[in-house]
């Protein structure tokens, strides 16, 4: 990538809650934009982290036994292994890296796809 990437306007594309979609690659890892409302299914990823970094708006995080509101402008970083869900009650954008091929659900049964912007 030899260029800047404007996040706002990747957002604009999307439409849908809970769908990533990559703006860039990292090292081995995407790099990817998403809406959130509602609430998404507790699960975990056992092999990595989870990166969230909340770009508009506040989302919650809830970990097994607690949860935390994660506003615009701050990071979220799930450790591996730790079943955990996002939500938000309005809608949020957030900016996520997961390496690539990752599951979205950690099951990649039931993960959706990662179309690219």
Request: glycine share 6%; hydrophobic share 40%; proline share 8%.
């Amino acid at each position: 990538m030899t260029k800047p990437i404007n996040l706002a306007a990747k957002l604009a594309q999307i439409n849908t809650h809970w769908d990533p979609h990559v703006v860039a690659d990292y090292n081995d890892n995407d790099i990817m934009v998403v809406k959130f409302q509602g609430e998404f299914p507790f699960h975990l990823h056992e092999e990595t982290d989870d990166f969230f970094l909340v770009i508009n708006g506040e989302m919650v995080m809830d970990l097994e036994d607690t949860s935390h509101a994660v506003k615009a402008g701050e990071v979220f970083v799930v450790p591996k292994g730790v079943t955990h869900r996002p939500r938000a009650e309005h809608e949020c954008e957030v900016l996520l890296i997961e390496p690539k091929g990752e599951p979205n659900t950690g099951d990649p049964a039931t993960a959706t796809a990662k179309p690219r912007l």
